[in-house]
C-alpha cells in the first residue's frame, strides 16, 4: 500500500471514530435514558433476561413528583403468554430506577373468572388476550391517586413504619399508584423521597 492510500484510511478512520455517540445510536422518543440506575441484579433477575422476549408496554404518568413524567413498563417474557412472568419497572426522568417487582402472567390471568360466563372455559387465545390487554390497560389515568394516603386513611405498619406513613400522609403532593394482581390483591404504592424509591403503603380488595 502506498503512503498515500495509508494516509487516506488513517484520515476516515479517525473521521468515523470521532462521530458523536448520539449520531451513531439516535435516542428512541420517550424512551427513559439508558443510564438508568439498577438495583443489584438477583438470581431470579437474570434467568428472567434470559427468557424470550414477548411483550412491551410503557406509558408515561407523573408519580415521583408533580415535574417530569416517570416510566411505567412491563415486560412479559417466557415460552409462552399464559406461562410467562412480567417485569413491572418504574424508572425517572433522569434514568433512576424507583420499582421493580416481578410477578406471573397468571397473577394478571386471575381476575378473568368474572368475565367468564357459566361452565364456558376460555380458549388458549382468549387468555393470551386477556393477559395482554392486562399490560396495555395496567397504566390508566384512573389508577393515580392525589393525594396518596388521605387523612381518614388507617396505615398498614406491616408494610410501612408508622413514621414513613405519617410524613407521607402530611404531604398532600404525594401521588399514590394503584394495581391488581391475582383476584382481589390490590396493591398501593408512592415514593418515598428519604428512601429514593417506591414503596408499597397499602392494599384493597379481598
Same mark, same amino acid.
Given at each position: 500500500?502506498?503512503?498515500?492510500?495509508?494516509?487516506y484510511?488513517?484520515?476516515?478512520?479517525?473521521?468515523?471514530?470521532?462521530?458523536?455517540?448520539h449520531?451513531?445510536?439516535p435516542?428512541e422518543?420517550?424512551?427513559?435514558p439508558?443510564?438508568?440506575?439498577l @438495583? #443489584?441484579?438477583?438470581? /431470579?433477575?437474570?434467568e428472567?433476561?434470559?427468557?424470550?422476549l414477548l411483550h412491551? *408496554? &410503557?406509558?408515561?404518568?407523573?408519580?415521583?413528583?408533580?415535574g417530569?413524567?416517570?416510566?411505567?413498563?412491563?415486560?412479559?417474557?417466557?415460552?409462552?403468554?399464559?406461562a410467562?412472568?412480567?417485569?413491572?419497572?418504574?424508572?425517572?426522568r433522569?434514568?433512576?430506577?424507583?420499582?421493580?417487582?416481578?410477578?406471573?402472567?397468571?397473577?394478571?390471568?386471575?381476575?378473568?373468572?368474572?368475565t367468564?360466563?357459566?361452565?364456558? @372455559? #376460555?380458549?388458549?387465545? /382468549?387468555?393470551?388476550t386477556?393477559?395482554?390487554?392486562?399490560?396495555?390497560?395496567f *397504566? &390508566?389515568?384512573?389508577?393515580?391517586?392525589?393525594?396518596?394516603?388521605?387523612?381518614?386513611?388507617?396505615?398498614?405498619?406491616?408494610?410501612?413504619?408508622?413514621?414513613t406513613?405519617?410524613?407521607?400522609q402530611?404531604?398532600?403532593?404525594?401521588?399514590?399508584?394503584?394495581?391488581?394482581?391475582?383476584?382481589?390483591?390490590g396493591?398501593?404504592?408512592?415514593?418515598?423521597?428519604k428512601?429514593?424509591?417506591?414503596?408499597?403503603?397499602?392494599?384493597f380488595?379481598?
Open positions: 500500500m502506498n503512503t498515500s492510500r495509508y494516509l484510511f488513517l484520515l476516515l478512520a479517525w473521521v468515523c471514530g470521532c462521530q458523536p455517540a449520531e451513531k445510536n435516542p422518543e420517550n424512551q427513559p439508558t443510564t438508568a440506575t @438495583p #443489584p441484579s438477583s438470581k /431470579e433477575s437474570k428472567f433476561q434470559k427468557m424470550p412491551v *408496554v &410503557q406509558r408515561t404518568h407523573q408519580f415521583s413528583s408533580k417530569e413524567p416517570d416510566y411505567f413498563r412491563l415486560t412479559l417474557r417466557g415460552d409462552s403468554v399464559t410467562g412472568q412480567v417485569e413491572f419497572v418504574i424508572t425517572t433522569t434514568g433512576q430506577q424507583i420499582y421493580q417487582e416481578l410477578f406471573s402472567a397468571a397473577d394478571l390471568e386471575a381476575n378473568m373468572v368474572y367468564l360466563k357459566q361452565n364456558t @372455559p #376460555p380458549t388458549a387465545a /382468549e387468555r393470551e386477556y393477559i395482554l390487554n392486562r399490560m396495555n390497560e *397504566v &390508566q389515568d384512573a389508577n393515580f391517586l392525589t393525594p396518596a394516603i388521605s387523612q381518614g386513611a388507617t396505615p398498614d405498619t406491616s408494610l410501612v413504619k408508622l413514621s406513613w405519617r410524613e407521607l402530611a404531604n398532600k403532593g404525594t401521588i399514590g399508584f394503584k394495581y391488581l394482581l391475582g383476584k382481589e390483591d396493591r398501593l404504592l408512592v415514593y418515598d423521597p428512601q429514593q424509591k417506591a414503596i408499597r403503603y397499602g392494599s380488595g379481598g
